[in-house]
Each structure stands twice: as C-alpha cells, then as structure tokens.
C-alpha cells in the first residue's frame, strides 16, 4: 500500500537555529500533502496545506516566515522551522492522500519529534 | 466550524476486555469519519473508516459504525490484546472537502496483560 515516510524521527537543535523535516511519498505521486503539529496530550492540529508547484496555504495563526513549506516535487515536501524556540518542541507530522481501503485515503508519515533546547 | 470530541484518556484494560472509545462530531452534511492509531514511537496508521451513514468501517477487530442520528462513530473492540495499546484518535474529513482532517484529542489505551 501507500506509504508516507519522514525524516529525521528526531532532531534537538538549538535556539536560533533552523531544522528541516522531509515527508516523502515512497510509492505514489502526491501534488498536495498536509503538515499537522502535535502538542503533547493534545489533538493533531493542520498548520498548512503544500501545494506542488505552488505556494502552501497556511491554516489561521501559523506564521508563514517561521514554518517554511515546500514541495519540490510530486513525491517529496519539505517544512523548515526557522530560528526555533523552546516553544516550537513538538512533534510534527505530514499526510499525503493515496489509494487505499477501497478508495482515497490520507497516509501519515512517522512524524518527527522536535526539541528546541 | 467542524470539530470532534472523543472521550478522555487514559483507558485502562486487562487483556480480552471489550474496549469502547466513544466519538462525536459535529459537521454540515455527511463528513467521512475516521479511526486512526498511534503505537508508540510511531506515525499515525489508519485503522478504519467509514464514508456514509450506517456504514460499518472494521479491521483487525476493531469496529465502528457511522451513525448519523446522533452524529456518533463510536470505536468497539471485543476482546483488547496487549498489542493494542496505543493512542487512538477519531477524525473526519469534511463532505465535498480537501483531504485535510479534523481530529480529535486522541484516546491512550492501555491492555495490560
């Protein structure tokens, strides 16, 4: 079936500095894909939607220039956390719709654990 | 907006126990619905689903069945195995929407052996 992959699993980085994280869709094209950021014992929250070959459209209170997508291709996206605080640590996870359980289904990536420190 | 309320964690269960993790929403027309789960130190795997009322979505034991009445999608195990502990988390997709998903709080189970 479909599969979404993500990397790093986990990254520390410091203060100030910035942290990429890739989503891949392995065995299928993929023109949008969503990133969704988790706080801990909190629900899956959308942040943006990464549009191939065009600009992401960004969900209300997500900062544009802080959360940097793009979406190189048809199979790879990219979110970039630019001059990361301790309050960006989260984890951070991307889908991509594909085909599967009888028709359109969104596949998550592993997600990958932020920490700020 | 839409929105889904699930109910509060943790759930705690001996093995072969039946599990219940309850889920509402609230949605304009027929959302798709969703369950997905969370193993740990992992992504999210879809579980199952169900796309109108009345349907019954089911994998690996699990079941939920899309009641539009009273706008539940409610997940049922039989009989919980320790493998079965995770974080689970209902969620819809809006009628006629993107692909994006609303989700909610996500439910810690627990299956002690």
């Known amino acids: 079936g479909a599969v979404v992959s993500q990397h790093p699993s986990r990254v520390i980085c410091k203060s100030g500095t910035s942290v990429k994280i890739e989503c891949r869709s392995l065995d299928f094209q993929a023109t949008t894909m969503f990133w969704y950021r988790q706080f801990p014992k909190q629900s899956l929250m959308l942040m943006a939607t990464s549009n191939e070959g065009s600009k992401a459209t960004y969900e209300q209170g997500v900062e544009k220039d802080k959360f940097l997508i793009n979406h190189a291709s048809l199979t790879l996206s990219t979110l970039t956390v630019t001059s990361a605080h301790p309050e960006d640590s989260s984890f951070y996870i991307c889908s991509a719709p594909g085909q599967g359980f009888g028709g359109n289904t969104i596949y998550f990536g592993e997600g990958s654990w932020l920490t700020v420190v | 907006g839409d929105s889904v309320t699930q109910m509060e964690g943790p759930v705690t269960l001996s093995e072969e126990a039946f599990l219940t993790i309850n889920c509402t929403y609230t949605a304009t027309g027929y959302p798709s619905l969703f369950w997905y789960v969370q193993y740990p130190g992992e992504g999210l795997q879809l579980l199952l689903k169900a796309t109108k009322a009345d349907d019954k979505g089911s994998n690996k034991g699990f079941e939920a069945t899309y009641r539009k009445e009273t706008t539940s999608f409610h997940l049922e195990k039989g009989s919980v195995q320790v493998s079965d502990s995770a974080v689970y988390f209902c969620?819809?997709?809006?009628?006629?929407?993107?692909?994006?998903?609303?989700f909610g709080k996500g439910t810690k189970l627990t299956v002690n052996p």
């Open positions: 969620a819809l997709r809006s009628q006629g929407g993107s692909e994006k998903l609303v």
